[in-house]
């Protein structure tokens, strides 16, 4: 009997277990609530917080900015210019501004009709390696491309300018640029095409589509910028003009009669204040003009106060 007796307490237990199960089920499943999970403690920001937080990480540079020692005369920094007909005019305005400077050094070494597609007569790559070796400039300024909107033969197979295996292949010999003066120990300026004029015979469409693989490519490249070289050279609405006004408000011819190269000296020198003004904004040399005219790309204090030797 006491046997039978424990068996009948067990079973009992059973089920007054199964019973409470069974209701638990029933009452979460009508609507019961659970206990409130707790944030972890390694979380505590509030979700403001928190998208506010996510947002700032999208704005966040992608690339550092460029470090270059601070230039002197025992130590001047090196500039080397490279580029076609485009990059000579550059090299002629930085001469003009720059040629007098005793912390720097320039280097011009841009040529006329070459470009990155026809690697037959001119072979950028292996010239920009001899001219690191030689001169080994901390700093690259490239303008060049108007040479380059132009189908090409890539290892025997035709690649149609503007195609997506043009943009494939021609941004590899952009990058190709970039990694040669990056591993090199140099930082590199990479100048886009400037605004064409209507007698051009240069379609502004063509230089949108070079300048959209140099500013993609700048941008996975650390150590180089790309400084866009479109608005230089444009009116008030936007416009390609042929003459700006300089800060004593004498007009200026700054391009060439064909629409394509840039005006000595007044357009040469315009652009190579762009380049100087992107220079200061990249780096913090306080770098200024010896002899400039224009206001438009100069940093503040090089406006404000007398030129920096």
């Given amino acids: ?4 007796g424990r068996r009948l307490m067990v079973w009992l237990l059973l089920a007054i277990a199964l019973i409470l199960g069974i209701g638990y089920i029933v009452y979460a499943a009508g609507g019961g609530a659970a206990a409130p999970r707790q944030r972890p403690a390694s979380h505590p920001r509030s979700t403001i917080a928190h998208k506010f937080h996510r947002r700032l990480s999208r704005h ?70 001899a001219e690191l070796a030689t001169y080994h400039p901390q700093l690259v300024v490239v303008l060049m491309g108007g040479n380059d909107a132009l189908s090409f033969n890539q290892n025997g197979h035709f690649v149609k300018f503007g195609s997506s295996l043009w943009r494939r ?3 590899a010999r952009v990058a190709t640029m970039m990694n040669v003066a990056t591993r090199a120990g140099a930082r590199m300026i990479w100048v886009g095409l400037p605004i064409m004029g209507p007698k051009s015979v240069l379609p502004n469409s063509s230089m949108k589509a070079l300048n ?48 394509v190269h840039i005006a000595p000296p007044a357009g040469q020198e315009l652009i190579a204040t762009a380049v100087i ?8 040399l306080r770098i200024c003009p010896s002899n400039d005219i224009w206001h438009r790309y100069l940093p503040p204090f090089c406006q404000a106060s007398k030129p920096i030797p």
């Fill in 212 to 259: 959209s693989v140099y500013q993609a490519q700048a941008q996975r490249h650390p150590g180089v910028i790309y400084l866009s070289g479109w608005k230089v050279f444009q009116g008030p609405d936007g416009q390609y003009v042929e003459y700006l006004k300089n800060r004593t408000g004498m007009s200026q011819i700054v391009r060439d009669s064909d629409g």
């Fill in 1 to 4: 009997m006491r046997v039978l």
């Fill in 169 to 171: 292949d021609y941004g």
């Fill in 277 to 284: 003004g992107a220079l200061d904004r990249a780096t913090g």
């Fill in 60 to 129: 966040r540079p992608s690339r550092p900015i460029l470090h270059l020692a601070r230039p002197s005369v025992t130590h001047p920094l090196t500039i080397l210019s490279i580029g076609d007909s485009l990059g000579e005019d550059l090299g002629y305005g930085l001469r003009d501004i720059l040629g007098s400077h005793r912390n720097i050094r320039l280097i011009r070494a841009a040529v006329g009709s070459t470009g990155l597609v026809n690697t037959a007569y001119y072979n950028w790559p292996l010239k920009l390696k």
